[in-house]
């Protein structure tokens, strides 16, 4: 059975961290490049942070940049993020998806692709994030 599935998120006060996780099964992992997004009630999804197959490309928004870190373990078909110097503004549900990149397409295209929930083959079901004292 195809599918991602998140875990990690929950609540934590400002400053705090997390570490989010992407099990992915179902299909040849390293083929895919991974992104996070991430969704608050009533804003756009955001492209967070996308890691290319191999792991050597990495992008990150620029609210995040410093802040957060993603890597992959191909062996356990998982893809981690990182969360560090949370702040309220990340309150948001994050999900993580997979992308069988053409030729010439970057990670950070990934990335900035994210309003179009169809640019991707596979989508998880989200975990919520909340930051608050």
């Known amino acids: 059975q195809l599918q991602l599935v998140e875990s990690g998120g929950g609540l934590v006060q400002p400053g705090g961290s997390l570490r989010l996780s992407c099990a992915a099964s179902g299909f040849t992992f390293y083929y895919y490049a991974i992104g996070w997004f991430r969704q608050a009630p009533g804003n756009e999804r955001e492209g967070v942070s996308c890691i290319g197959g191999s792991g050597s490309s990495t992008h990150y928004a620029d609210s995040v940049k410093g802040r957060f870190t993603i890597s992959r373990d191909n062996a356990k078909n998982t893809v981690y993020l990182q969360l560090n110097s949370l702040n309220p503004e990340d309150t948001a549900v994050y999900y993580c998806?997979?992308?069988?990149?053409?030729?010439?397409?970057?990670?950070?295209?990934?990335?900035?692709?994210?309003?179009?929930?169809?640019?991707?083959?596979?989508w998880g079901q989200g975990t919520q994030v909340t930051v608050s004292s």
């Open positions: 998806a997979a992308a069988r990149l053409g030729d010439g397409v970057t990670v950070q295209a990934m990335c900035l692709m994210a309003p179009h929930e169809a640019w991707y083959d596979y």
